[in-house]
């Protein structure tokens, strides 16, 4: 255990090649892939919360059921799509970064739209009435309330980015771990702790922590001195 542990520190503090591209792959492919949640699930989410129509109820419902989406069947669909007898297989996605990240945005786009939907609803329940009695349009209500809760909704982002980095079914499945192209931090560190590789497989795990760490920290702070400047 020592020696792994002075493995570990030696791959960190030089800067391991592998440890460098393995992480940097990981965080690009889930910052796109939050983004795409973020572009999708925050309008998604405002609008079912500031629209009236019959079966928003069921639509509700299905979009926090969806919240709990199982990531290897995401990735199981999503295969089947991209293979060579797929619909879209003609696309050569299969078994690329492009694949992880369309299956992250799947997963991540729900979450997104189901917490949004939920702090839409609270500003609603405070400005619904001024802004209904200036017959705005939902998709305006939607804007308006979104610019108002814009600090409340880095938490959705927060959200998706966790789910996002930390998820291994998925990307797995699409992706094939393959190494030097497809191999992220978390199928990195379930291969090689397999292989007996414990040191790179520790490092890989403090960077994913310490990425983790420094966005929340990020986040809180920014979130802070927005509150602080604009109230």
Request: proline share 3%; glycine share 10%.
């Amino acid at each position: 255990m020592s020696q792994t542990l002075q493995e570990t520190l030696f791959r960190l503090s030089t800067l391991d090649r592998d440890v460098l591209s393995i992480a940097w792959l990981s965080l690009r492919v889930s910052l796109t892939a939050v983004g795409i949640g973020l572009l999708l699930g925050i309008p998604l989410g405002s609008l079912i919360a500031v629209a009236r129509f019959p079966g928003r109820g069921a639509v509700v419902g299905l979009l926090n059921a969806f919240m709990g989406l199982p990531p290897v069947i995401v990735g199981l669909v999503l295969y089947l799509l991209l293979s060579r007898s797929g619909p879209l297989g003609a696309l050569g996605l299969l078994f690329t970064p492009a694949a992880m990240v369309a299956a992250q945005a799947l997963l991540a786009t729900p979450l997104v739209a189901a917490l949004t939907r939920q702090v839409i609803a609270d500003a609603e329940a405070h400005l619904g009435e001024q802004l209904r009695s200036l017959r705005l349009s939902a998709p305006r209500r939607a804007g308006v309330l979104i610019y108002d809760a814009r600090f409340s909704l880095f938490t959705a982002a927060l959200a998706a980015f966790g789910r996002a980095i930390s998820e291994i079914g998925a990307v797995l499945v699409v992706g094939g771990n393959i190494d030097g192209h497809t191999r992220t931090m978390t199928t990195a560190i379930s291969l090689e702790t397999q292989k007996g590789d414990l040191s790179l497989a520790l490092a890989l795990g403090a960077v994913l922590m310490a990425l983790v760490l420094a966005v929340n920290a990020a986040a809180a702070i920014l979130r802070g001195h927005a509150a602080k400047a604009y109230g």
